[in-house]
């Protein structure tokens, strides 16, 4: 649980940051040549790390995850960034920051809605109190036709996040790096090449390093920290973790574009920390049952792998292994492990 926290708070942290830094780099480079410069620095930079990074413990990719990775790519590789870099040309930095927590409550209601996770009323409540702050922020400057569709894009940017949020869970007992080398490579490409179609050009030098710097650290280094906290504190969970980041954008945005927060900027920005705090403090447990399965994910011997091996094995290892079937009782996250009706 603890280091589950602290993976999800840390990719909160490093994409939060980078929201107010793409726009300073947003004028130099457009929106479809910032939106592959990003990805493709997070590609570079984890595959730079390749010799130093997990692979031999961590699980490999598989055939069978080809269709959730392509949903990922496309949902939050292309247009989730695409709708970002059009709406951070429309918004002010702060603004489009912390219109970025409603990724929470979409990523919650597609979980629940369509990928069977289960949501008690402290969490409806907490989504509510976000999806508020939202709507409050998108209005602050009045209903006008520039604020309004720099609103909506970054509210289509978190749709997109929030499928490639529940997609991403479907991978998540993979190797991470992995799988977000995989995206942000196609993704980055992608976008690189819509970008020279249309005509535009690379930045200067500094701001194309820059772009590849940010991406590494907000979208590589952030979404393979997302990855690993989803593993173990499911989908909807890391959501409220991971609205924390609009706050960092925020704060960032003052020092960085000379910003200053309006009055109902802030008290949405209230309302919407409230709402992840009731989020955070919602406890499940009960009676449940796990069936009988076997699979291939990074673990250490606990209660749900009680397993032999010919040779002594300390720490996280990976191989494949098979659960018996179990009924009990205990407080539980939905990770991959307790994904079960309700």
């Known amino acids: 649980m603890v280091r589950g926290v602290a993976c999800g708070l840390g990719a909160a942290l490093l994409f939060g940051l980078s929201t107010p830094l793409a726009k300073l780099l947003l004028p130099e480079s457009g929106p479809f040549m910032l939106a592959g410069l990003l990805y493709m620095g997070s590609g570079l930079g984890l595959l730079a790390l390749a010799p130093f990074d997990r692979a031999r413990i961590e699980a490999p990719l598989q055939r069978a995850d080809t269709g959730p990775l392509l949903g990922m790519i496309l949902a ?3 247009a989730a960034p695409l709708l970002l870099m059009f709406g951070l040309g429309r918004l002010p930095g702060s603004t489009a920051s912390l219109l970025l927590n409603l990724e929470a409550p979409f990523t919650i209601a597609l979980a629940v809605a369509v990928f069977g996770e289960s949501l008690s009323r402290r969490e ?3 989504s509510a109190a976000i999806l508020l702050g939202g709507v409050a922020l998108g209005m602050q400057d009045g209903p006008g036709r520039l604020q309004l569709s720099g609103g909506l894009a970054v509210a289509g940017a978190c749709l997109g996040w929030a499928l490639d949020n529940n997609l991403s869970q479907r991978v998540s007992l993979h190797d991470p790096v992995a799988v977000v080398r995989v995206k942000s490579l196609v993704a980055g490409a992608v976008n690189l090449a819509v970008a020279v179609a249309l005509g535009h050009r690379f930045p200067p030098l500094p701001a194309l390093a820059g772009a590849l710097a940010v991406g590494f650290l907000g979208y590589g280094a952030s979404i393979v920290l997302h990855l690993r906290a989803m593993r173990e504190l499911g989908t909807a969970r890391q959501s409220a973790l991971f609205a924390t980041a609009p706050f960092a954008g ?11 927060p309006t009055a109902l900027g802030l008290g949405a920005g209230v309302t919407m920390l409230l709402g992840v705090g009731i989020m955070l403090r919602a406890r499940h447990g009960h009676d449940h049952a796990h069936v009988q399965t076997e699979h291939v994910h990074a673990h250490v011997h606990d209660d749900h792998h009680l397993h032999p091996h010919e040779e002594s094995v300390n720490g996280a290892h990976s191989h494949l292994h098979r659960h018996p079937a179990l009924t009990h009782d205990h407080p539980h996250l939905p990770d991959a492990h307790h994904r079960h009706e309700h």
């Open 124 to 126: 409806v409540a907490g």
């Open 76 to 78: 939050g590789g292309i």
């Open 250 to 260: 925020a704060l960032a945005a003052g020092p960085l574009l000379g910003e200053r």
